[in-house]
């Protein structure tokens, strides 16, 4: 009982300190915010400018026939910026704003130019920005503390959009809703897909979609002539290896593979930092390695641990090692492998006699070993996958001898399997290391068709009848597999692939079906292909 109540005097007693802390934090941020913070403004190269406010930078170019604004930031910046642009360039009116992202500390400004700018975003940012409204993003998630749904300054003090939060407190009641974040951003007027061209006098600028998992509108600006790139969400860069973050493995590569595309040498991000395009086109290259040797190492069967330890770890120390680790836990986490592999597949069928077949004459051949081949197909997600074959055995003769007649019949197999597999990887047990690594074991049903035709030779009228009707006889039997698959390849190729089946025989057919069967083979992998999701 005393534990109890000393914890509720503790939750009291923090819950009534979050409540005094903002009451005494918001009117501070609130002021800090009230002061106009000064717009710094920097040429890069040509008719671009970098525009800085507080720790947010944006970019914009200034031509004869205009200006294009990218990102207008907060309300109060995007205000001050058109100040800016009135006394610097009088006779140029804002032409374009672009949105890099539908994140609030990006696009509230943008109505300040509506009367005479075309506000361009991507065709994901309207769904996003519902989104927005509707719950807090991730990142704003983790802050919200009591999980109410709203951002109190005791909730975001300390973290890098405390200001940007704060500053949207409209009623003053000490806490931030959704609402409160978006309410001032405005749905772009035109949205484009894959790239968007704008010319604006001597300027020509490209929109490039870029889309980071968190971020699925986040869109880049190339500016060709000055060989400049800005996108105000970047994922990590340096030092690199780098984490992943909230980020999938695939959604970086494409973003780095597409950034390393544009003919850039400079690429500034939303806070002013700046990467060189050799960065990003090593990150993008070593990404690709890094992918596919984890792809190799799940493809050989081995351990997050294993794949960290090996060449795919690298030779990296200190900071730059614990990114690569974390960089191959995630591809491990998020990489789901479907494998699906065509063989062709030749081997022997072991076939034992049927009883019910011999039964009544006084010698009869039957079983033994016959050829036969086919092609299959397995699709595989991770270490488990199916298996499906379809094979034909050659054609094979028996004899039977009864007192008045002889017959000599040919027989003919089809054997289809389903069969359920599952990759066994390495280490092995101790008592099993002999075994080939990988090797894959395998069980499931197998449904094979058998057909009979012959002749009957009647012994005491010394003369031959051969019909379709009397020796036309054929049987389907269902059959229970197990066995193994052995790899003589590397990532397995060459299979050597061993099945066991017992058939559940109706003991009245005619046809010369044992209820066993082993099979062995050579099994060549004649088109691969893997896929990750």
């Not at 696009?107 to 075309?118: K, L, V």
């Amino acid at each position: 009982m005393a534990t109890h109540y000393r914890g509720f005097l503790r939750r009291l007693v923090g819950a009534g300190a979050c409540a005094l802390a903002g009451l005494a934090v918001t009117p501070t941020v609130q002021a800090q915010v009230a002061d106009a913070t000064p717009i710094a403004i920097s040429q890069i190269a040509g008719d671009v400018y970098l525009a800085r406010s507080g720790t947010d930078a944006t970019v914009f170019v200034a031509t004869d026939a205009g200006i294009v604004l990218v990102d207008p930031l907060s309300t109060q910046t995007a205000r001050r910026l058109k100040d800016e642009f009135s006394r610097r360039y009088p006779d140029r009116p804002v032409r374009h704003v672009v949105y890099t992202s539908h994140r609030f500390d990006r696009a509230s400004g943008a109505a300040e130019f509506e009367d005479t700018a075309e506000v361009v975003g991507h065709e994901l940012f309207k769904s996003e920005l519902s989104r927005g409204r509707r719950e807090l993003t991730p990142f704003l998630a983790a802050l919200d503390l009591n999980h109410d749904g709203r951002l109190s300054a005791l909730e975001v003090e300390g973290a890098p959009v405390a200001q940007a939060v704060m500053s949207r407190d409209r009623d003053g009641d000490g806490s931030v809703t959704t609402d409160e974040l978006y309410r001032n951003v405005r749905d772009p007027g035109t949205v484009f897909a894959g790239s968007r061209r704008l010319d604006v006098g001597r300027a020509t600028i490209t929109l490039v979609h870029a889309p980071l998992t968190r971020d699925p509108d986040a869109v880049a600006v190339f500016f060709p002539a000055e060989r400049l790139v800005f996108a105000s969400i970047l994922p990590g860069i340096a030092p690199w290896p780098a984490p992943f973050g909230s980020n999938q493995p695939g959604d970086l590569e494409r973003w780095f593979t597409r950034l390393s595309e544009l003919a850039f040498d400079r690429l500034i991000s939303g806070n002013g930092d700046e990467f060189t395009h050799a960065q990003i086109a090593a990150a993008a290259a070593d990404l690709s390695r890094l992918h596919e040797s984890v792809v190799g190492a799940i493809l050989s069967g081995q351990s997050i641990q294993q794949t960290q330890a090996g060449a795919a770890g690298g030779a990296f120390q200190g900071e730059a090692k614990r990114g690569r680790d974390e960089q191959i836990a995630s591809l491990f986490a998020s990489l789901h492998l479907i494998r699906t592999s065509y063989y062709a597949v030749a081997g022997v069928h072991l076939l034992t006699g049927n009883g019910t077949f011999c039964e009544k004459y006084s010698t009869c051949e039957t079983g033994g070993i016959v050829p036969g081949g086919g092609a299959g197909m397995t699709i595989s997600v991770g270490r488990v996958g199916a298996d499906v074959s379809l094979v034909f055995g050659r054609q094979y003769n028996t004899t039977r001898d009864a007192a008045l007649y002889a017959e000599v019949i040919g027989h003919r197999d089809v054997a289809f399997a389903a069969l359920l597999r599952v990759l066994v990887v390495s280490p092995l047990p101790h008592d099993l290391s002999f075994l080939p690594k990988p090797f894959a074991v395998v069980a499931g049903l197998t449904g094979t068709r058998a057909d009979a035709q012959g002749v009957r030779i009647v012994k005491a009228l010394g003369r031959s009848t051969s019909g379709r009707a009397p020796l036309n006889r054929s049987t389907t039997e269902t059959g229970l597999t197990v066995g193994a698959d052995y790899a003589l390849a590397p990532g397995g190729r060459i299979m050597v692939p061993i099945r066991a089946t017992h058939f559940m025989l109706d003991s009245s057919a005619d046809v010369d079906r044992g209820a066993w069967q082993i099979d062995v083979g050579i099994s060549v992998a004649v088109g691969r292909h893997a896929y990750v999701r």
